[in-house]
């Protein structure tokens, strides 16, 4: 085992990390998934056992997780574009390589008016990756933003939270007085929010 990696070695090392981190958000996801049907389980139970406090406990964990999986979700769609435009980059690299190989061939095989031409071509693809670069960072500026900005787990609303208990509780078959028991824990919960 040599003690110095090679540029293969790094390269492989570097896309098992990517995968490794998408595989993680991905797992998180499914757990987020477990916990939401569990919160909507104790919710619909508190409910109809009239367990006004567990109700609002349910509803608690309940709106943290969809936060959390709104989190996630976000970075892993940012990591995966991320990923995507760090392999077009990597590819344009070695375009780029290749391009400057070849105009130095060209260079020894050409008289000056071909060196012109190839020299247009290899300053058009230099322009071209600058414009990539750029674009590249409007990207990363516009990502941070947006992680910056991820909704807090106060946004969603009771009504969206109280819709996913009803309809569990309707799947059931369980529809006794539902609508009175809605308005009633809504009222409650309003009181409890502004209380």
Known sequence: MSIFKSKEEKEFEKKLTLKKTIAQMTKQLKKLE????????????????????????????????????KKIREMKINFEIMVSLKDMLQTTSEFLNGMSSLSK?????????????????????????????????????????????????????????????????NQDGKKDDVEASLADLDKKL??????
């Open 105 to 169: 061939d060209m260079v020894k095989l050409t008289d000056d008016k071909q060196f012109a031409q190839v020299s247009k071509q290899f300053s058009l693809a230099m322009a071209s990756t600058e414009k990539q670069q750029e674009r590249m960072e409007l990207f990363l500026d516009d990502s941070k933003d947006s992680f910056s900005n991820v909704s807090e787990a106060s946004n969603i609303s009771n009504d969206e939270i109280m819709s996913l208990i009803n309809e569990e509780i």
């Open 34 to 69: 477990e916990q939401k049907q569990i919160y909507i389980e104790k919710a619909k139970e508190a409910k109809l056992h009239g367990l006004d406090n567990e109700l609002s406990l349910a509803i608690s964990a309940l709106k943290s997780a969809l936060a959390q999986e």
């Open 190 to 195: 309003q009181e409890k929010l502004n209380g």
